[in-house]
């Protein structure tokens, strides 16, 4: 693969959620987040850059020899490379971040089960990263990476929630089955962008489920956090904003993408400083 700055602006781009809620960090640690959301970007949007799934699966199988290098030796790809120090002083990261990994598909993902099924399949995607990033953050303590991969998950719902009409317009749909048969649905409702009361029902309803979610993060987070708490303080404030704006749209999700502004995003990560 070719080489890159991984901090170029399409890697940590000036204005997302991540940019602004390791802005409190100490640079070298801060840059160590940035290179871990940019590598978990770059393999979450496989699925969705490959029409061959053939093509999917060798880039994932890529990837995951680049993290055995980890504990092998030096990965190849400058993300990982310059993360490789990091990773290494933190034992066990490689693993969760292959664990992760395993939740990528090389085709569109298929919808879960249930809220169970889809939370379980968080975890241990962004949950996992979320751990990895606790630790990159400066915290070693158990409590805190279980409350940070929790708001990870929980965080996940209110994107899914956020990106269903552009998810519904690539033919995919995330939201679990037992959500659709509840409001008497199917995914072609959603291909068809079929804006109904069932379907804002069923979106309301998904809404309700993000929050619970992020409630029971919230629950879990220990005191003292210090430094480090400042990020997953700051990403759950904005995800508490982001789902609101969604409610206030009454969940008319369909033909649009309702999304924090830039200065709404640094507001909530400056008054996360206070809760540290």
Do not use: C
């Given at each position: 693969?070719?080489?890159?700055?991984?901090?170029?602006?399409?890697?940590a781009?000036?204005?997302?959620?991540?940019?602004?809620?390791?802005?409190?960090?100490?640079?070298?640690?801060?840059?160590?987040?940035l290179?871990?959301?940019a590598?978990?970007?770059?393999?979450?949007?496989?699925?969705?850059?490959?029409?061959?799934?053939?093509?999917?699966?060798?880039?994932?199988?890529?990837?995951?020899?680049?993290?055995?290098?980890?504990?092998q030796?030096?990965?190849?790809?400058?993300?990982?490379?310059?993360?490789h120090?990091a990773?290494?002083?933190?034992?066990?990261?490689?693993?969760?971040?292959?664990?992760?990994?395993d939740?990528v598909?090389?085709?569109?993902?298929?919808?879960?089960?249930?809220?169970?099924?889809?939370?379980?399949?968080l975890?241990?995607?962004?949950?996992?990263?979320?751990?990895?990033a606790m630790?990159?953050?400066?915290?070693d303590?158990?409590?805190?990476?279980?409350?940070?991969?929790?708001?990870?998950?929980?965080?996940?719902?209110?994107?899914?929630?956020?990106?269903v009409?552009?998810?519904?317009?690539?033919?995919?749909?995330?939201?679990?089955?037992?959500?659709?048969?509840?409001?008497?649905?199917?995914?072609?409702?959603?291909a068809?962008?079929?804006?109904?009361?069932?379907?804002?029902?069923?979106?309301?309803?998904?809404?309700?489920?993000?929050?619970?979610?992020?409630?029971?993060?919230?629950?879990?987070?220990?005191?003292?956090?210090?430094?480090?708490?400042r990020?997953?303080?700051?990403?759950?404030?904005?995800?508490?904003?982001?789902?609101?704006?969604?409610?206030?749209?009454d969940?008319?999700?369909?033909?649009?993408?309702?999304?924090?502004?830039?200065?709404?995003?640094?507001?909530?990560?400056?008054?996360?400083?206070?809760?540290?």
């Amino acid at each position: 693969m070719a080489s890159v700055d991984p901090l170029q602006p399409d890697f940590a781009p000036r204005g997302t959620a991540w940019y602004y809620a390791t802005l409190h960090l100490a640079a070298p640690r801060r840059r160590q987040l940035l290179l871990l959301q940019a590598w978990w970007r770059a393999v979450r949007v496989i699925p969705a850059s490959v029409s061959d799934p053939i093509v999917g699966a060798a880039k994932l199988g890529w990837w995951r020899a680049q993290l055995q290098q980890i504990e092998q030796g030096r990965p190849d790809h400058p993300l990982l490379r310059e993360l490789h120090p990091a990773l290494r002083e933190a034992p066990g990261a490689a693993v969760l971040l292959e664990q992760a990994l395993d939740t990528v598909q090389p085709a569109a993902p298929a919808a879960r089960a249930d809220w169970d099924a889809l939370h379980a399949e968080l975890l241990r995607g962004s949950g996992n990263v979320a751990r990895v990033a606790m630790r990159l953050a400066g915290s070693d303590e158990p409590a805190a990476q279980a409350y940070f991969a929790e708001l990870a998950a929980a965080l996940e719902l209110v994107i899914l929630l956020r990106d269903v009409g552009r998810d519904a317009r690539e033919q995919v749909v995330r939201l679990p089955r037992s959500l659709l048969r509840a409001h008497g649905l199917g995914e072609h409702d959603f291909a068809q962008l079929r804006d109904s009361p069932q379907m804002r029902a069923a979106l309301r309803d998904a809404a309700a489920q993000a929050r619970l979610r992020l409630q029971a993060a919230r629950a879990l987070r220990p005191r003292a956090m210090g430094r480090a708490g400042r990020v997953p303080g700051a990403l759950g404030r904005m995800g508490e904003a982001l789902l609101r704006e969604l409610e206030q749209a009454d969940h008319a999700l369909l033909e649009q993408r309702i999304s924090l502004p830039p200065l709404r995003l640094l507001w909530e990560a400056w008054r996360a400083k206070f809760e540290s």
